[in-house]
């Protein structure tokens, strides 16, 4: 995607497929806010290219954000394999025990898979409360653990996702795998867009960290 023109025709073809704007938050890889942005521009009518790419005067601003496109990983197989190679040796260091990836639905399945495979560990995924929101205070849903895959059952775990916006839906991950009694011992994605650290107190790794650099006006 080359602008933000593309990303509210994404986010039109997204809403009109029956998706909640959480879940075009999760395909776009913007944060929940950014993708009610971009659904209520893609419904204002009769607007120039230019116009689209300027929020209405109610909105001030705009959501502050970073696109990440990451298609051309995900696309290709190889490339995929290659990539998860990589993030499973950023978490090897925590040792050998561990026998359980859980990926965050819907991206971070895919990832999770072939990680697991490099770490010869289970398979769980975790699909998040935001794929459920549209409006409102998202506390008031809840992610669940699929059934199809591994359970927790009070294991050590590592936790594979896509990116990191927020953090709040890692943060939610980890906090429904310790509700299981389970353990999260570290957390990896390809793009951080917050820098950071630990979450929770769970160390968190990428292969990338975003960054955004601007002055005020």
């Known amino acids: 995607m080359k602008n933000v023109d593309d990303l509210i025709e994404s986010a039109a073809e997204l809403a009109a497929r029956g998706l909640s704007k959480g879940e075009i938050a999760d395909e776009l890889n913007v944060s929940r806010e950014t993708a ?3 659904v209520e521009r893609s ?32 696309r290709d197989s190889k490339r995929m394999n290659a990539i998860a190679s990589a993030m499973a040796d950023m978490l090897a260091k925590h ?17 999770a898979t072939l990680v697991a495979r490099e770490l ?14 549209e409006e409102g205070d998202i506390d008031e849903l809840g992610g669940t653990f699929s059934r199809n895959f591994a359970g ?23 906090e429904a795998i310790r509700a299981e009694g389970g353990k999260p011992l570290a957390c990896v994605v390809l793009a951080d867009k917050q820098g950071l650290e630990e979450l929770d107190g769970v160390p968190v790794y990428s292969l990338l960290q975003v960054i955004s650099v601007g002055k005020d006006e």
């Open 36 to 38: 009610s942005w971009l």
């Open 95 to 111: 040792g050998e025990d561990i026998d359980l990836t859980i990926g965050i639905e819907k991206a971070g399945g895919p990832i």
């Open 43 to 74: 419904s204002t009518p009769a607007q120039s290219t230019e116009q689209a790419s300027t929020p209405p005067a109610s909105s001030g601003t705009g959501p502050q954000d970073i696109h990440v496109d990451w298609s051309a990983i995900g």
């Open 152 to 174: 927790i059952r009070d294991r050590e775990c590592y936790i594979v996702d896509d990116t990191i916006t927020s953090g709040t839906t890692m943060r939610e991950t980890i």
């Open 120 to 133: 010869e560990t289970d398979l769980g995924t975790y699909t998040p409360a935001k794929h459920q929101w």
